[in-house]
């Protein structure tokens, strides 16, 4: 964690769908005011998780810090939401650096798709049939069948959200592993996934891919009937997120290990 800017006075206002959002969003601008995201020195994003996402990604480029203010049902990646003193508390929140997943698929016909995941890359059974999928970690075949509803690949960041309810670890900020998290193991039944060095190359290899159809997600961006995925944290793309002081990312990762 690092110090925000101290100064901040441009402020773009986002939110989500939900006309709740919305009118907060109204509120916030004519008190406070907007501006272009373009032109922000902080974007505050208004929703739930899955619009602090969309936000993140959609400013990859700019790397513009995102303050989040809960707007949502879940809102783990979010502030709560107050509209006093907003400015004064933005200038004194706790920035967050996070890198993203790599994933890279290739499909039957030899098409290459990549995108980015803030929290994971899933791999997903498409039909009624079990996933059959070999896994390798820097080139080496760590297992060669693994049959599975699906597995996936989480950041520190992401480790609280879907792996956490795979069963798989919630991993500190700061511990530079990432989670291979199995979902559903029918084959090995008792194998409960992985911690990885944050450098692994991950690559899983569809088996029986007409018979047993695989689709890949990073985040929200799916790519279906794959046949060969590879995964490998992105060091070069930085993400910023801005969390109250007392409250941060790190802090709210310790905290979800105690809870009830």
């Known amino acids: ?72 049902s879940v809102g783990f990646l979010m502030n ?11 200038n004194a929140a706790e920035l967050a650096v996070i890198y993203p997943l790599a994933m890279t698929t290739r499909d039957a016909s030899g098409k290459i798709e990549r995108a980015l995941a803030i929290n994971e890359v899933s791999l997903l059974r498409q039909t009624r049939q079990t996933a059959k999928l070999s896994v390798s970690i820097d080139g080496k075949v760590r297992m060669a069948e693994l049959f599975c509803d699906g597995v996936m690949v989480a950041t520190p960041a992401g480790s609280t959200a879907y792996n956490l309810s795979a069963h798989g670890p919630i991993i500190p900020l700061d511990a530079r592993v990432l989670a291979l998290t199995p979902i559903s193991a029918f084959r090995p039944r008792r194998w409960r996934g992985a911690l990885l060095p944050h450098r ?35 060091r070069h793309t930085k993400l910023h997120m801005l969390f109250d002081a007392g409250r941060s990312l790190e802090e709210r990762v310790l905290a979800e290990q105690f809870s009830a």
């Open 1 to 72: 964690m690092a110090a925000a800017p101290r100064s901040v006075h441009k402020l773009a206002f986002v939110a989500s769908d939900r006309p709740e959002a919305q009118a907060v969003r109204a509120h916030l601008a004519s008190r406070y005011g907007d501006v272009p995201e373009s032109q922000a020195e902080v974007i505050v994003a208004l929703g739930g998780d899955g619009f602090m996402l969309e936000t993140l990604h959609r400013n990859l480029a700019s790397r513009t810090p995102i303050y989040g203010m809960n707007q949502g």
């Open 80 to 90: 709560e939401y107050n509209d006093e003193g907003l400015v004064e508390r933005i």
């Open 200 to 234: 692994a190359q991950v690559k899983f290899e569809v088996l029986e891919a007409e018979k047993r159809p695989v689709s890949a997600v990073a985040d929200n961006f799916e790519v279906r009937d794959v046949i060969e995925v590879s995964i490998a944290e992105d």
